[in-house]
């Protein structure tokens, strides 16, 4: 494999990996254990639509055009495929880690991140959130308006949605959308560099396996910093 080919393919797992990061995210704190409407609503597959907010991002072009949430009481899965890239992000909601995956021919790479990790992630993408009356309908369920601006860009702003149909409680204490109680469903994250936009498309209210949430037994447990020097594009 030549240069460029391998410089094109860490671009792609560079990508997959930041999206996977947020989307896990914004799903680790939907649940707590004393969340009796979350508990009872905690099953089921979302799927949304994802890409970059800036066209002109020198990786926008690589970037995922879907993702894929399965969720069940303490866990969820997240995962994407990007070019031959296929990237997960596992989540324990009661021990609050998630466990990202890395597969790519022969490399199979995961590393575990605990909430402190999570939290100093959102120090990097602080918003100031207004709720609204505003309402629409995204994949069959009411969602309510947010409107969103940065913190230390205050002239950037944007519009997101969450819904209560999944459940109502504090769902993203760990994320920078920790004030909003109910489930996101249109919103934007960003991490390494890279801002994303994230919408749902389809919502299925159906069982799901456990064995979805089973790490591969086969998997190399690596730091942090290993899996990033993996997916850096630079």
Known sequence: MNQISKSI?????????????????????????NNK???????????????????????????PSSAT????????????????????????????????TVKFLDLKQACVEKEQDIKAE????????????????????KCYKLKVSLVDSPQVTFDAYYTKDLGEGDFN??????????????????RMGMEMHFQAKEVKKIMVEDASFEIPKDINYVSKATIRKTCNPI
């Open 9 to 33: 393919l860490k671009r792609i797992a560079h990508i997959s990996t930041t999206v996977f990061a947020f989307s896990g995210i914004l799903f680790l704190a939907s649940c707590g254990n």
């Open 37 to 63: 409407a979350c508990r009872s609503k905690t099953e089921g597959i979302i799927e949304f639509d994802t890409k970059a907010v800036d066209e002109n991002h020198p990786m926008a072009s690589l970037a």
């Open 69 to 100: 949430l399965k969720y069940k009481d303490q866990n969820f899965v997240m995962e994407m495929s990007s070019f031959g890239f296929n990237t997960s992000i596992f989540g324990n909601l009661q021990e609050k880690t998630m466990t990202q």
């Open 122 to 141: 959102n120090d990097e993408f602080k918003l100031k959130i207004t709720e609204t009356k505003e309402t629409k309908q995204i994949a069959g369920l």
């Open 173 to 190: 204490k760990l994320t920078p959308y920790a004030q909003v109680k109910g489930m996101l469903m249109d919103y934007r994250a960003k």
